[in-house]
Each structure stands twice: as C-alpha cells, then as structure tokens.
DNA sequence: CTGTTAGCGCTTTCAC
DNA sequence: GTGAAAGCGCTAACAG
C-alpha cells in the first residue's frame, strides 16, 4: 500500500528526515519529534488556539531546531490564499524602471504591500520586441496571486481577461474613462491647469505644449487637456503650432523646433519633468534665458527637478502616495469581501513654483517678433 | 463520510461548477464533464504521452469551454517546482529602481526568466526606514520560489541564510571574495584601469576620483583600486588630496571641492555617470571648459552618457547582459541537478572614448598653478 | 491508451 | 486541549 517517498525506508525513525539533505523538514516530522499530531502542531506553529501554552512553547521550540520552514504551496491549497499579489504592466520592465513616476510608484506599492506580509510578483511584456501581452501572465493564470495591481496603460483586452477571471484588482495610472472600476489616478487635468495659469498670470500669451507619445489620450492626454482649458478659460486661443507631441524624450528636439517656428513663444509646458528638463538644456545651450527669455514648466516633480539650474518649476504628483493608495485598495478588497464598490481614486496635482518660470521679456521685442508677416498662420 | 463543499450538493450534477460563482472549474469537474479519469485529464492538458488525440483534443476544448485556470500550487505541491524565481536585494526598492545601473539588470533578468517561463518575485529591505534584512523574505521561508537571484550587496547574514536553507541562488554585482558563490560581476578593476591609462596617456598627471559611498570596498571600492594601480604603473604617486567619497549624488560637489584645494587637477574619473554627469554639469557651470580644462571620466555608460554634452568618455559593463547571465545561471542550477561547480562570471568593463576627455591644457599654466608653494602638501 | 490510487504538506471540521 | 480523518487540486506510479 505504503510507497516510500524517495529511497528512504520508514523504519519509524521520527528523526529521518532532518538526516537526509533531500528532505526538508515538515509538521508531521515535528508531531512524531514531539509526540502530538500534526494539527496539533499546525494550530501551535500558527499561534492559533487550542494549545497549552507548554506544549506550545515545546512545539515551536522544536520546531526551530529541526530548522522548519512551512510550504506555503500546501498551505495556500487548502486556505484558498497566497498572500501574493501580482503587478501587471505592459512594457518592457527596463522602460518601467528607468521611468521616474513608475519606479516611485512601485516602490510605493512594495512598501505598503510588503507592511501588510504580501509578497510581489512581477510580470512585464516580454523581451526586447514591442510585443504586448496576449495572454494573462502565467501567475495569474495559475492562481498564485490573490489579486493584480495593473500600473499604467495596457491593452483593453488585458482589462476584460482579468474582469473574466475574476481576479481582484485595481488599476494605478491608467484612466478607463468609460468602464467603472477600481483606480488610483493623478489630477492631470487639474495640474496641467493650474500651470498653465500660473504662466497666464504671469502674462504669459505664447505658451507651448510639449509633449510624449501618446497626446490624444492618457496622462499626457489629460495634461494637453489641461492647458488648453486654461488657455480656453483665458480667452486665449489654442494654436495647433505650439504643440509638438513625438518621444518623450525629445524634450529637446520638440521645444527647439516650436520655438524655430514661433519664436514669439515666451513659455513652454512639458508634459513631464524628463521631458522639461530636455527643453531646458537644449534650451540654454542655445542661449535663450531662462526664465528671462523662456519660462519652462514640467510635470511630476521628479527628484532631479529640485536639482536642475534653474529648478524646475513643477507640478507634483505623490507617485509612492499612489502606489500605496493601489497597494492599500487591493489588500482591502481581499480581505472585506466585496464590500465597497470599484471607485476611482484620484490624487490632486499640486503646482509648485520654484525659478524656471517668471514674468516673459518686456512685450515690445515680443510683439514685434509676433507681427512678422512670415509667421506661420 | 463525503463533506459537501461549501453550499452545493453533489447531485451528480457534472455542470454545477460553472454555475457556482465562487467555484473555479478543476480537473475533477472535465473528468466528470467528458466522462475520464483526471490523470487523462492531466495527461491531456499538459501535453503529456499517453492520450488518443481525439480524446485529448475533447478535453482541451472542454477545459477552454469551462475556463479551466490550473491551480499551480497544487502542481508544485507534487512536483517540487514553483517555476517562481525570487530577487532579493537589501535597499528599498525605490534606491534600486532609480539607479540605472539596477534597473537594467534587472531588465536583464527579467527577460531572461520571463523566456524560460519563469515567474519573478520581488523582495526588498522593509519600508522607509533603512532596515536591513533581519530574516529571509516570506517567500524564500515558504518555499515559494525555485531559487534566488541577490542583486547587489546585502548583509553577510543574508547570503548565510540562504546557504543553510540550501536555496540554489546567484549574486549578481556583489563581490564576496573570500566564499566560493555563484556570482556575475563587472570587472572594476580592469575598467577603471582602463580610464586611468586613457587619461595617462593622453598626458595627465593630476587625475582626481571622485567616489560614492562605500569607497573601501565593493564596486566602487575596486573601481578606484583600478584607479590606483593605473597610476602606480605609470609611476605616477596615488595623492589622498585627488579623491573625494561621499554622497553618491554629490559628484558635483566632490568635484569641486578637489579642484578648489588642487587647481591643477586637470582631469576627474568618476564612481559612476551619475556622479561624472553631476560633476560635468557643475565643472562647465563654474566656466571650467570640458575636455580643454578639464578631462571628465565616467563608468557604466548609462543611456543619458551618450546624449551629455559634451558625450560622456565612460566605461561601458553590459549590465542587462549580467542580469540575464545570472538568471540563466540560476535556471541551469535548477535544472540539472547541481551540475556545476560554483563560479564567478566576470563581465568585460569596455572603455567607450567619447568627446569629455582630452588632452591637458598646455602644460605652462598648470605647471605654474602645481608649484604654488600654498598647495596642500 | 486509460483508470486506480496514493500522496505532496497543510488546515480544518468533528469527536472525544 | 488534543487527536483522527478528510480533503484542497494536482501528478505520478502502477495496473490493466
């Protein structure tokens, strides 16, 4: 009847198996050691009730010296939890890590995940070909996650997958304007809003906008969207020209080209720091002052924008405050079942003003550059 | 005898699964659905020898039809195998994220798992505080991966643990010289060598150093042994004035300050790009002119070294190719049993020569600053 | 080729 | 307080 797990012979010998290298050491092993059954020593090494408090203390004693250590697989069979939660993006890792906002938002997400006893796991497009996912990630197709945090865009069908699967989870930074779900999400709008005032207020007339890849939807979407409510609220007409959407790490290229085409452009609003940190640079090394001559604004107040000369002028955004916010939302999905409905979270922009933006140069030499007959309708 | 689970009775009813919300579809349930046994089922849906294609075709539509999701913690319970590799690293995941360095290795591993079809679990130092491991993560504990990739250095307790819970694992970029580990790493020493001797020849005399922290050992630490040792063979004498530690983001004060108390330095090697691209910035911003005044060296060759101005002189390590190195690495350990014996793979540190190194000023002028008697002895 | 059965390590009723 | 036994979902002998 009795098969004999590897070539080891159960000759009721209670201390086999911490002799043998192969074998690591179970509950059963400590019952025999110890002379209890195993749900004995199960509700002592849990710290669950039913046990006197000696034969507690014998137990986990024992249990340490044998050098035990639990299989969460068989534990996670029966409890129906892994105590895992799963991060979902659809890029590659390197593009996620190396982006400021995201690397802020994970470590967010790992701190408050890690302070409720979770674990991560990761999962990204794979490899070098910009390939998008197809399928769920293998951990969440086998069930070794309690539930997802999806950071960033990804594919529409990746939503539904999960929504069919019946995973729990919420979305970080990604804004589904039409379905209702669970979101943490940065007042984009608001802040680009807030920015362009200021530079309004200022007097500022000929404010460009540039941005990343995509422009029509998403952060950047929203933030274009900001600004040109501002100019809207402002009386001032949105121009197509000042605008050059393109990589988003051609700060540089794009701010150079518009301010080519219009060089009555006194400020310039980038759709993130990286990007206005690029303008800048470029910017100077041609010789336009800044502020004095151009007023620059950026987005996210990356660590780097407090450090540039002049520091940037931002608007900031608690990315480590999302990230936990995620983090936070999901764990409380897993435990209180269901209880509060899927509800977006959204995380106000907050301007903050530091010495690349200023009054722009006395109206004169600028109105005259704006009359030129050859400007660009 | 036979429980029921949870509230529905077993009245042969082959479809109840699929009706019950809180019930995912199981081997059992296609084994009852298609009328076999589940080991046919298992057979069938790990593509194992054994089963008549038509059958094995039925039970695959039939497992797609119920949306059958396998349940890999009971798989590993039998098997042994999570297919789950774990990344422990002792900064806060944010530190690690942010460096450019990291996050490429990391790319790196991750690319390489993901193709072996593996899973990546994360785990790093708790929280803001800058605590250090005191155990080993939870999924390590409970047996939840097949091994360990260590990235970078991490308290010597740590690497202790692991061995006694005889967890196959690899260190990537953490130099452990006394034990014989598994490990990839960059040659340091050799690269910063390298640079040195470039700077040597191209007629420099007085090259500064300027380091992060820890400068007595580890990366940095080997990186300026390199430094030395390239001076000592050129005869030229190793000067404490010349290097400056400290703050890893503080290259452009470290800078600096060398150059206040040595006027005649007339070239820097730097920790890392970071610490050069800091000190560059600082150097042409006191009106230092880069490479005429001053030579600026920097290792890694992170992206933005390429797009500095002037372009960075660096040494280049292939930090994504280390990361997949280390896991494939691991991935072989798992798989043939303990084949090799434990090695150290050293990548090549390649020096890239771009536009921030030159030739010294003229020599009269620097001649005439180095023997004003004030210089610091 | 297919079915039977034992069992991975653990938790959890249910008895006593 | 403690023990006995069932079983989580799956794989892997072994038998036919």
Redesign the interface.
């Known amino acids: 009847m009795h098969r004999f797990r590897t070539a080891t012979f159960d000759l009721e010998n209670g201390k086999r198996l911490q002799n043998n290298?192969n074998m690591?050491t179970t509950i059963k092993d400590i019952a025999r050691d110890v002379g209890v059954n195993v749900a004995t020593v199960s509700r002592a090494l849990n710290n669950k009730p039913g046990v006197s408090p000696e034969l507690r203390r014998t137990i986990q004693r024992r249990a340490a010296e044998l050098?035990y250590?639990?299989?969460?697989?068989?534990?996670?069979?029966v409890t129906r939890r892994?105590?895992?939660v799963g991060l979902l993006f659809d890029m590659?890792?390197?593009t996620l890590?190396?982006n400021?906002f995201y690397?802020?938002v994970?470590?967010g997400i790992?701190?408050e995940i890690?302070?409720h006893?979770y674990?991560?796991?990761?999962?990204?497009t794979?490899?070098?070909p910009v390939q998008h996912f197809t399928a769920l990630?293998?951990?969440i197709?086998?069930?070794?996650v309690d539930g997802v945090i999806v950071v960033g865009s990804v594919e529409a069908n990746i939503i539904d997958m999960l929504i069919?699967?019946?995973q729990p989870f919420v979305i970080v930074d990604y804004h589904l304007p039409d379905r209702h779900l669970d979101a943490v999400l940065a007042d984009n709008v608001r802040g680009a809003y807030a920015a362009t005032e200021l530079l309004i207020g200022l007097g500022h007339r000929t404010i460009a906008f540039v941005g990343g890849e995509p422009l029509d939807h998403g952060n950047f979407g929203e933030r274009l969207e900001g600004y040109r409510r501002a100019l809207n609220d402002a009386g001032i007409p949105f121009q197509d020209d000042l605008v050059a959407g393109g990589g988003i790490e051609n700060g540089d290229l794009n701010a150079l080209q518009i301010l080519a085409r219009r060089p009555d452009t006194t400020a310039v609003i980038a759709c993130n720091d990286t990007n206005a940190i690029a303008a800048l640079?470029a910017l100077q090394?041609k010789g336009y002052g800044v502020p004095d001559r151009i007023s620059i604004v950026g987005f996210d107040d990356i660590?780097h924008a407090a450090r540039t000369?002049p520091p940037l002028t931002t608007v900031h955004v608690d990315r480590?405050g999302m990230g936990r916010a995620a983090a936070l939302r999901l764990i409380h999905k897993l435990h209180d079942n269901d209880s509060q409905p899927e509800c977006e979270t959204v995380f106000p922009a907050k301007l903050v003003v530091r010495e690349s933006s200023g009054p722009p140069p006395a109206a004169k030499p600028a109105d005259s550059e704006a009359v030129l007959p050859d400007e660009r309708q």
């Not at 250590?69 to 069979?77: D, H, I, M, T």
């Not at 197709?141 to 070794?144: A, D, N």
Request: charged share 30%; proline share 7%; glycine share 8%.
């Open positions: 290298k690591k050098n250590l639990p299989y969460g697989q068989a534990r996670s069979l892994t105590e895992t590659e890792l390197g890590l190396s400021p690397s802020e994970l470590a790992e701190a890690r302070q006893d674990s991560l796991m990761f999962a990204s794979s490899g070098e990630p293998k951990f197709v086998e069930h070794r069919t699967s019946g640079n090394r660590p000369h480590r």
